[in-house]
């Protein structure tokens, strides 16, 4: 095998050339738009597509052929055995090669500077694989592989260009009676046919030639495009490639964000078919599976200039949440990147997650290894190829001729010349160089993917050789030419152990299967490295206890839009961005239901602590060991006790004149309406009950009915009969202690009668009330156990006890003018009006504490010491000086003497016939001249208790 060193052509070939890819391009694109749109949008049936799609490829076939007769005779001439920027190498089947050996030019021309790895050791890998190949007895046997090889310059465009030299076969079998301009025939030299192509490795020059390549049914294995676009089988149908789709590697780069618990990321990508698909396959998988929100997407130009870069990083500071940035870009690109980040002092903020493009090279990183520190990184899991370093490093000038850019390559990578012209700008390249000893050496990251793809094709061919020549010895009938469906068709079945140990496949698309390795950059004892975290095949393997991030730290930085919501917090999501959310409080009586509502608790509870559930609302009552408490008990334990006292002491003293005076019967009734009084504050304060609740209706109300009751029969007995005297010396009737009593009981039995309607309506029970205590702040808020009595029910209890006690006070101020030394209508008097006003003062206290947090407390102990208070005055001003009298003077409590109650009334009633004096008593009384004289006699004898019987007159 030989390789034949091309010489340039002149200028006007290269605008033969260049006419011709052009049009080319033109058929291309043309082909590409109009059948996109007659699929897409007209929407026609599969007949009807093939029949345009073949319309479309013999369109471009004819501007390919109607400009032969343009290039065509300069082609021909015998002495150009090549083509610039190529290599060729004679064999019987011919693969075509694209690596992109050159960077891209600037400033308008093609190509730039050599790329010693990606370019060189890429090409090597294919001329290493060849190699192997031609070599092995059992894999296409007495059958040699030949290659063309192209430059594509890392531009798709130039890409398009060199490509067409791979169709130059298929377009010139039909040119037979091609005619040049002067008349003369055609001299015309056939080139080889290629049978497949091996490339290329950027994405957007695979899209670019792939586009040519299925017009002319030319299979395509690429070794290192990854553009998800080109999974697509109807547009991209003779493409396959070796290195799995970045579908597969953006699942991957989300599930890494995802391990590491981010939820908030920033992409970055160049300009192109790699960068923008690799992106958008990100953002579908992140929108598929969830949980990971894009705060902004940046695109990086074609040909950024170097304040491109300062306004990129400044734009992923603007969301300074979102640290992650998922990288799909070139080299070159992410160099510049980072570069621009360590001039913005952003060292240490960024948390990089890099493409297969990053992988574990050197070049993105170098000088720039503080700022990339904790970059992590993809790469499809591949092996270094120890028979590729063997090999490369025993390549020199004068064993690798065939390689027309190896020259160019030795003194970059010597930092030597070979011309003599070159001499002044640095050493003679001595050709005693060694690549791996006289400079430092690292195999290529895709070395492995090419030989594989390689190695793909030629298992394809071996294949296709066995089925359709079997037993033939070299090439037969029916693979001369190879048809490239039929290849495509057994390059889609292969299936083998590639140079790495990993089987070789292709899907129904072309992709191989995803399989990745994951790297990190860290640095160990101040060197930096790529060290492998873990692997992803269909799910990843993370070792996040071997990660390493800024400055060393072992913690996970955080790239998060918002921070979780503490507890008793609801999330409420920003519009639009389901990771952005804000924490709102469940205050109040509001528990979080669960991440992203409130809900209120139910009545008889309130919040825990943190507001993540409820607890039951604790139950108060009043405590008989309360300040509320002690107070009313002490006064109705003395109120009882004097109680009892006068009830002893009249027993003790029953027929003595003064008890005789003041009605016995009617006193101890009145005596137990007091005690009934006192006991009602024990009522009260007992925890309530059904028994407690029923007692509380009879009792309270009970004990005021039958001391008011009592004295109102009194008042009106007093009034009746000094009112009848004015008239007639007649008695009115009722006025006996039989009748006095049953007129009590009987206004008594009103109060039971009500009562008992009201136990028949709603019978007697406790509650809790959870509204009268509850608060705004939950933390104070109390369930109060009380009994059924509302405040309405309360003073329809109390209402009629205190009509008879304003009815009584009525009676007590009509009698004010009796004498009184005849009667009791003072005392009553005097006691009624007191009773008035403490029920007075007691009216404004109740009802106006109904709002405050103690009204079970003040309620409750103002109602008892009202009731103990009337009761107390009515002990003290009408029983209290008759006990004295009766202990402590018992000579006043003998009779003077008796007189009748014609007696009485007629001397009450002869007592208005006399003529008024003009001074008058401090409580407005007039007093009569008898009065006077009467008193005056009563004073004599100091004081003189007067009973009357209750003879008729």
Known sequence: MKAAIVHPPS?????ALGVSAVVLAVAVQAHVVWVGAAVDLIGLEMAQRRNL???MEQFAIFLLLTSGCWYQPVLAKPKLKGHMNSIRIDGDISLGGLFPVHARGLNGKACGELKKEKGIHRLEAMLFALDRINNDQELLPNITLGARIMDTCSRDTHALEQSLTFVQALIEKDSTDVRCTNGGPPIITKPERVVGVIGASGSSVSIMVANILRLFKIPQISYASTAPDLSDNSRYDFFSRVVPSDTYQAQAMVDIVKALKWNYVSTLASEGSYGESGIEAFLQKSREDGGVCVAQSVKIPREPKAEEFNKIIKRLTDTPNARAVIIFANEDDIRRVLEAANRANQTGHFLWVGSDSWGSKITPVLHQELTAEGAVTILPKRMSVRGFDRYFTSRTLDNNRRNIWFAEFWEQ????????????????????????????????????????????????????????CPGKVGLCS???????????????????????????????????PGRYDIYQYQFHNSTPEYKVIGTWTDQLHLNIKTMQWSRGARKIPTSICSLPCKPGERKKNVKGIPCCWHCERCDGYQYQADKFSCKICPFNMRPNENHTGCRPIPIVKLEWSSPWAVIP??????????????????????????????????????????????????????????????????FLGLGMSISYAALLTKTNRIYRIFEMGKK?????????????????FSLTSIQLMGVCIWFIVDPSHSIIDYEDQRTSNPDFARGVLKCDISDLS????????????VTCTVYAIKTRGVPETFNEAKPIGFTMYTTCIVWLAFIPIFF???????????????????????????????????VYVILFHPEQNVPKRKRSLKAVVTAATMSNKFTQKGSFRPNGEAKSELCENLETQALATKQTYVSYSNHAL
């Open 11 to 15: 200028s006007h070939i290269q605008r």
């Open 794 to 805: 309360l003073i329809c209890l109390l209402g009629y006890s205190m009509l008879l006690m």
């Open 413 to 468: 990578n010597f930092h030597c010349k070979l011309s003599r012209s070159a001499l002044k700008k640095g050493r003679k390249c001595t050709n005693k160089e060694r690549i791996g000893m006289n400079s430092t050496y690292e195999q290529e990251g895709k070395v492995q993917f090419v030989i594989d793809a390689v190695y793909a094709m030629a298992h394809a061919l071996h294949n296709m050789h066995k089925n359709l």
């Open 633 to 698: 008990v002490f006064i109705s334990i003395v109120g009882i006790i004097a109680t009892l006292f006068v009830v002893i002491s009249f027993i003790r003293y029953n027929d003595t004149p003064i008890v005789k005076a003041s009605g016995r019967e009617l006193s101890y009734v009145l005596l137990t309406g007091i005690f009934l009084c006192f006991t009602t504050t024990f009522l009260m304060i007992a925890e309530p009950a059904m028994g407690i609740c029923a007692l509380r209706r009879i």
């Open 53 to 55: 799609l073949c319309c």
């Open 848 to 882: 106006g504490t109904s709002q405050s947090a103690e009204k079970m407390y003040i309620q409750t102990t103002t109602l008892t010491i009202s009731v103990s208070l009337s009761a107390s005055v009515s002990l003290g001003m009408l029983y209290m000086p008759k």
């Open 728 to 744: 007639s010396v007649s008695a009115p009737r009722f006025i006996s202690p039989a009748s006095q009593l049953v007129i009590t």
């Open 478 to 512: 029916k693979m001369d030419p190879v048809n490239g469906s039929e290849l495509l068709k057994y390059i889609r079945r292969v299936n083998f152990t590639g140079i790495g140990g990993t089987p070789v496949t292709f899907n129904e698309n072309g992709d191989a």
